[in-house]
């Protein structure tokens, strides 16, 4: 049986594939690395946040009010903004989905030692509570990139999905 996932007026996708393209932003080698980082990674222009912790607070916080435009501000990698690789439109239309996934009563953080995290990257789990999926438990890792602002990098979707496998 598949499983769909709403992602605008009637267009769909497999819950497991936008799990998996939630999952982990895998975008390594679509930006150059001789470049100067853009304009759009100042703090004056409100991409990532000051501290993991915060990018992971907005995200949810964002998540919860549907407000697709700071969840895409606050999504990336190492390299930045995931839309400076897969464009606006694309990573919106994630955060569409993720949002109804994420849609909550509350939530709260505690840090996720993990062996295989790098020095750049710093894990949570996010306990949720009230989602249409019941209360979950969400691992997050946000990653800084080298102009210090931190985004959310990737969800453990599982809990989210009914996926235990």
């Known amino acids: 049986m598949i499983r769909t996932v709403a992602i605008g007026r009637g267009a769909t996708a497999t819950a497991g594939l936008a799990a998996g393209l939630l999952l982990a932003v895998?975008?390594?080698?679509?930006?150059?690395?001789?470049?100067?980082?853009?304009?759009?990674?100042t703090t004056a222009n409100a991409y990532g946040a000051g501290t993991a912790e915060d990018a992971i607070r907005?995200?949810?916080?964002?998540?919860?009010?549907q407000e697709y435009s700071r969840m895409r501000r606050?999504?990336?990698?190492?390299?930045?903004?995931?839309?400076e690789s897969w464009g606006v439109q694309e990573v919106e239309q994630r955060m569409v989905v993720l949002?109804?996934?994420?849609?909550?009563?509350?939530y709260s953080l505690r840090p996720l030692?993990?062996?295989?995290?790098?020095?750049?990257?710093?894990?949570?789990?996010?306990?949720?509570?009230?989602?249409?999926?019941?209360n979950?438990?969400?691992?997050?890792?946000a990653v800084r990139t080298m102009a210090g602002r931190w985004f959310v990098e990737?969800?453990?979707?599982?809990?989210?999905t009914g996926d235990s496998s």
């Open 26 to 41: 895998g975008l390594s080698g679509c930006s150059s690395k001789s470049s100067p980082a853009p304009a759009a990674y």
């Open 58 to 65: 907005s995200f949810l916080d964002a998540a919860a009010a």
């Open 74 to 83: 606050l999504f990336g990698t190492k390299d930045g903004p995931a839309e």
């Open 99 to 106: 949002s109804g996934m994420l849609l909550h009563q509350s």
């Open 113 to 134: 030692e993990l062996g295989y995290i790098r020095e750049d990257q710093k894990g949570f789990v996010a306990t949720i509570i009230g989602t249409r999926y019941g």
């Open 136 to 141: 979950v438990n969400v691992p997050i890792t």
């Open 154 to 160: 990737q969800l453990g979707m599982d809990s989210l």
